[in-house]
Every structure is written in structure tokens, then in C-alpha cells.
């Protein structure tokens, strides 16, 4: 996966340790009611898109940024799905340590043709709601927040 340089920048003095970093997902429809979603170069599966904040970057600008980046598809946010922390960090292979706070949006296609855009990703595309690949369980979550009518959600609120 392709690093910030404001990240390699930040691992030159902070090492490997543990990095608390801005994230947003974006849970893409098109008008016909599927969802966009990319094979992942790194580990061969299906996700949704997502990516790492630049400093000052807004997170509605982040989502429209990375899905344009990842798969060629232009989009608008149409609003919050949720806001999560990761549980655990992520210890990479070369050694460096992260944990991301993700903010989710529900965005819309307006243009642009669905295909690979970078080397994060081995293929690219569009899947019916009821015919979704094999999915970690943090995205179907997301999808399945995205396609609900309430409000967005918040891990912890409520839940007692």
C-alpha cells in the first residue's frame, strides 16, 4: 500500500511505534443500488474504499480523493455513516505499528468508469447487495450502516 509521505516523514523520528492515524472509507452506490468495492493488492481481498487523511485534508475531500485514486470512479459524500475506532492496532510486515480512527461516508457515483486507478488494488468493481464476495466483518458493517435509513453510528452509544 502506497504511504503518505507525511507518514514516512513522521517514522523517520517517531520509529515504529504505535501511530494513531485519520482514516475515511467510503461506501460508494451507483444509481442502480450497487456498491463499489476493490481486491485488495496486499491480501487478495474484497474491501471497501478507504485511506489515510493528509494534514488539513477534510474528510469529505479524503473520500472522494481515494476513491477517485483507487478506482477512476468520481463521487460526492451524501453523509456520515459512522465513526469508529480500530480495537487493535495493526502491526505491519516491516515492523511499523498503526491504529486508525475511521470515519465512514456514504457517497454517490457521478461519473467515471470503474476500473484498477493505482497499484493498491487487483481489480475493481460494482456488486448488488445480495451478491457481495466474501467481505471482512468491518465492511459489511459499514454497508449494511450505509444502506440504513438512521442516523449515523457511533460504537458505544447505546448499546447497553
Given amino acids: 500500500m ?3 509521505d507525511f507518514i514516512r516523514t513522521l517514522r523517520a523520528s517517531a520509529g515504529q511505534q504505535l501511530l494513531f492515524l485519520p482514516a ?3 461506501i460508494v452506490f451507483d444509481d442502480d443500488g450497487r ?4 481486491r485488495r493488492s496486499d491480501n ?3 474491501s471497501i474504499i478507504g485511506g489515510i487523511s493528509e494534514p488539513g485534508e477534510q474528510p469529505a475531500r479524503t473520500a472522494v480523493r481515494e476513491v477517485y485514486e483507487e478506482t477512476a470512479v468520481h ?3 451524501e453523509r456520515l ?3 469508529q475506532s480500530q480495537e487493535e492496532p495493526i502491526t505491519y510486515p516491516n515492523g511499523d505499528v498503526c491504529q486508525f480512527m475511521d470515519i465512514c461516508l456514504r457517497c454517490r457515483a457521478v461519473g467515471g468508469e470503474a476500473r484498477v486507478n493505482d497499484d ?3 481489480e475493481v468493481g460494482w456488486f448488488e447487495l ?3 464476495p466474501e467481505l471482512e466483518e468491518f465492511a459489511i458493517h459499514r454497508i449494511k450502516q450505509a444502506t440504513a435509513d438512521g442516523p449515523a453510528w457511533f460504537e458505544g452509544v447505546g448499546e447497553e
Fill in 44 to 46: 487478495g481481498r474484497w
Fill in 24 to 26: 475515511v472509507s467510503a
Fill in 130 to 132: 445480495d451478491a457481495l
Fill in 120 to 122: 493498491e488494488n487487483l
Fill in 35 to 38: 456498491v463499489l468495492l476493490a
Fill in 2 to 4: 502506497a504511504t503518505p
Fill in 81 to 83: 455513516v459512522l465513526v
Fill in 75 to 77: 463521487c460526492v459524500p
